[in-house]
């Protein structure tokens, strides 16, 4: 890997580690920081899809709402980087306690990140997160682990 290529992954981690940071503080102004304002997300939560920075925000502002405390983690972050683009796959899980007291241990999902460099600046322009699916049922599968 190239020197420019090692920089360029190490900040594309610090961005990652920016969202577990600010979703442990709940902490919107820092979850804004590492999308680009037109970020396109296809999250677990309806709708299909969220656009934007502001539909982003609402969407972790609703986690936010349901959770006294909560934890978020990514294992196994992979990321290959290009000289404007980028992407990188992961398991991440989110848990805690909600506000009615009940404590989750959360489910494994797996997310993708897509990144562009921006004024030499990475920022993630999509993200989609997924569960396996149980073709026959239709339902999806949670209980899996990494």
């Known amino acids: 890997m190239q020197p420019q290529q090692e920089r360029d992954e190490a900040e594309i981690r610090r961005l990652i ?8 503080a709940k902490d919107l102004d820092a979850l804004k920081k590492p999308y680009s304002t037109d970020v396109v997300s296809f999250d677990v939560e309806p709708p299909l899809q969220h656009v934007g920075i502001d539909a982003k925000l609402q969407n972790w502002a609703r986690v936010f709402a ?3 405390d909560l934890r978020y983690e990514v294992r196994d972050l992979a990321v290959t980087v290009g ?5 990188g796959h992961a398991f991440a899980r989110l848990s805690g306690t909600f506000k ?7 489910m494994w999902v797996r997310i993708t990140y897509c990144l562009r460099k921006v004024d030499g600046s990475w920022l993630i322009t999509h993200d989609q997160v997924s569960v396996p699916l ?7 599968i949670v209980d899996l682990e990494p």
């Open 17 to 24: 580690d920016t969202i577990v940071d600010g979703l442990h």
């Open 66 to 68: 349901v959770f006294e």
């Open 83 to 87: 000289d404007e683009v980028a992407f």
């Open 100 to 106: 009615d007291g009940t404590a989750t241990t959360g």
């Open 134 to 140: 149980d073709v026959r049922s239709g339902k999806g």
